[in-house]
C-alpha cells in the first residue's frame, strides 16, 4: 500500500490529533516520525500520511472551516 504525506508538523501529538480525527471518519493514516527534533530538545517532528485516493477527504477534514 503506498502513502502520501499530508502535513508535517514539529509535535507529534498534533499529527496523532490529526489522526483521531480522520479515524473517525474511516480513514486509514498513519504517523511517521521525520527530523532530528527530538534529540535537539525541540519534540518529535512528524509526518501524518494517509492513501493516495483519500487525500483530497483529509485534507477537507482537516481544514480550517471559511469564514462568512
Known sequence: ??????KTTTAR??????????S????????VDIG????????????LQVRPQDQWTALLLLSAPEDF
Open 13 to 22: 501529538w498534533e499529527a496523532e490529533l490529526m489522526q483521531q480525527l480522520l
Open 1 to 6: 500500500m503506498s502513502w502520501i504525506t499530508l
Open 36 to 47: 532530528l527534533g527530538i534529540y535537539c530538545g525541540q519534540g518529535s517532528q512528524a509526518a
Open 24 to 31: 473517525a471518519y474511516n480513514i486509514p493514516s498513519r504517523v
